[in-house]
């Protein structure tokens, strides 16, 4: 396994696993339960997003093009 994403927050870290797994890919997240040890150890970079090393490179093409994405934040909003 490979990291191939570092998140910040565990709903961040779970948005690219799940957009990983829409793509086929497997992917798992470590270090999610270790967040309840915050002010004992580190902060930085306990929540990696895991994949194959075989789909490391497919992986983070999907997730830099989801990083490039324009999003319209009013969207969903219905302008009637």
Not at 54 to 79: G, H, L, M, P, V
Request: proline content about 2%.
């Amino acid at each position: 396994m490979k990291c191939v994403y570092e998140a910040s927050q565990p709903a961040e870290a779970h948005i690219i696993k799940h957009l990983l797994e829409r793509a086929g890919l497997f992917a798992t997240i470590y270090g999610e339960y270790l967040q309840g040890g915050v002010g004992e150890i580190p902060t930085s970079g306990l929540l990696q997003v895991m994949v194959n090393e075989a789909d490391y490179k497919e992986a983070k093409a999907i997730i830099q093009t989801w990083d490039e994405a324009e999003w319209d934040e009013n969207a969903w909003q219905n302008e009637a």
